[in-house]
């Protein structure tokens, strides 16, 4: 559901967000993130970040950092962002973070960081690289929040507590030293957030889970088809309108996704007469998927490929965001007292 134009209050609100250039998206990101955004640059004014300088607390070797950077911004643009609508940019680019970040790091107690679930699930993961960085990571993403004043975070439920600490951080640099930064609050375009369900009928789609069960936007005709003719089936119901268990029910919803309403009514019908064929089910599906997922992958591909196009989008994309972080910057410095002429 779009909202409408006049409800919003005069002047355009501030949402942004960050993307960690690990790994390849897939259906999950797809359509719990990604399409948010594409849906949010025509409504607020949006920065779009790649966290590359984050990713430096998990993966300090940075031989596949380029790559990967290139892809999360292609595959971006290929779902529908738009570099000349949003300022799609990379953290690094924009040197005021760091000057955030540490103003922020000195609001920042070590009790509450070493509190943090993911310091915690990432301290276990990585017991011999615990580095101060992996620590005040909920420090850094608050400067990346607030170096644009932003209100809005388009983010799912893993870091609803890094937003509880930035609202912490913001209240008390607001507290000590003036109103400079609104509360950041999670927030997503319409209603729940879609889950994507995972293809062998347990938990969602997910980078580290089994990736057989998940599909890529990067995925070819032939993998995505070996994918769901994988999925999880039976013998089919015995008795008319029987309950769906989960997994039967995960192939209805992901046919939801991508394929067309008569489509899914047929299935759904032929479910509750039991004349259901799950093999002609999933034949359709994987049809309905290849035609959504292919036009993205050959998308991102051409983007991929095309380094000067790239380049020109993250130039611009620091622009707009130094430009917004420059006056942040500023009047956070007068704020503190660090103005001595
Ligand atoms: N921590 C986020 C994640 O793991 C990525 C991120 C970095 C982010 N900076 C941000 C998200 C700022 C929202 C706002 O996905």
Redesign the pocket.
Known sequence: MSRKKETLPAGRQVV?????PTGFLHLGNYFGAVRNYVRMQEEYECYF?V?DL?SLTTHPDTKELKENVHRVLSENIACGLDPDKVALYC?SHVHETAELYLYLNMLAYKGELEKTS?FKDKARQQPDNINAGLLT??V???A??ILHR?KY????K??EQ??EM?RNFVNRFNHRYGEVFPE?VAFNFGEELIKVPSLDGAGKMSKSENQLATLYLSDDDEQITKKVMKAKTDAGPAMPKSPRPDYIENIFLLMKLVSDDAVVKKFDEDYNNCSIRYGDMKKQLAEDMIKFITPIREKTEAIRNNHQYLKAVMEKGAEKARKSARATIELARQAMGLNYF
């Open positions: 942004m967000s960050g993307i960690r970040m966290a984050h953290q993911t990571y909920p850094l993403q608050t990346d929040i932003a975070v388009p983010v799912g893993d870091q890094h937003l930035a950041p």
